[in-house]
């Protein structure tokens, strides 16, 4: 079966954009959310790991869910989760429910976690599919997800815009960009476990365990470095 490349990117680097804005969309806005919290910075540090945390749960079963249902049906899961957990951790926080805002903040890291796993692994078959490589330009998605988002989060705060309420819009854009998205998802095949199989590469446990090091290794580095930002 041939798939149009063009949409096919397009989906793929939505998703890693995606992810990246609602991330930078949370971290933009911490200093707030330390003082509407009322903790300090190595209570803040707790607090942010528990995103890391929700990914750790949603890592375990991504491969599952995407070879069971599709890529499509599972990024429009995870996008919807990922939205209606943001809109309401913003009234969790302004009310300073630190309980309610933890359990709100795994359930954004769990399904950003198993969208990474979509993004990359509907991203290494497109770019073996295409002509030329386009990976790179697909992980460009991330890059400017984080940038959007961060000068949004700071014309808004600026404003005097609420937490509740910037998050509370956020959450409905992605809703509503999840939807759409919907649409443009139409190259992402509902199931594709033969093509798969048949382009799966053979790894080493060394290679995997090497992978994965690096990966626990960046993620670490990211979060102690969005912590002490917070000082």
């Known amino acids: 079966m041939t798939y149009r490349i063009g949409p096919w990117f397009t989906a793929t680097f939505a998703i890693f954009f995606a992810r990246a804005f609602l991330y930078s969309t949370f971290v933009s806005r911490g200093p707030e959310v ?58 969790a926080i302004t009310a300073g429910n630190v309980p309610l805002a933890s359990l709100l903040l795994i359930a954004i890291g769990l399904p950003m976690a198993i969208a990474d796993y ?44 609420p937490l509740a309420a910037h998050f509370a819009l956020i959450g409905v854009v992605t809703i509503v960009g999840t939807a759409l998205g919907v649409y443009i998802a139409r190259c992402l095949p509902f199931r594709r476990i033969a093509m798969w199989e048949a382009r799966r590469p053979s790894t080493t446990p060394d290679a995997s365990i090497s992978t994965h090091s690096c990966l626990s290794s960046s993620a670490f580095a990211e979060y102690v470095f969005m912590t002490w930002s917070y000082r």
Do not use: C, W
Request: net charge neutral.
């Open 118 to 161: 979509v993004g990359n692994y509907e991203g290494s078959l497109a770019d073996k599919a295409s002509s030329r490589s386009i990976f790179s330009a697909i992980h460009g998605g991330y890059g400017v997800g984080m940038l959007l988002a961060a000068a949004i989060a700071g014309v808004l705060s600026s404003s005097g815009l």
């Open 34 to 91: 330390m003082d509407l919290l009322h903790i300090n910075t190595v209570q803040m540090g707790v607090f942010t790991m528990l995103y890391p945390l929700g990914g750790l749960l949603g890592v375990g079963f991504s491969s599952g869910l995407v070879h069971r249902f599709g890529s499509k049906t599972v990024t429009v899961g995870i996008y919807s989760l990922a939205a209606v957990s943001l809109v309401a951790l913003g009234p």
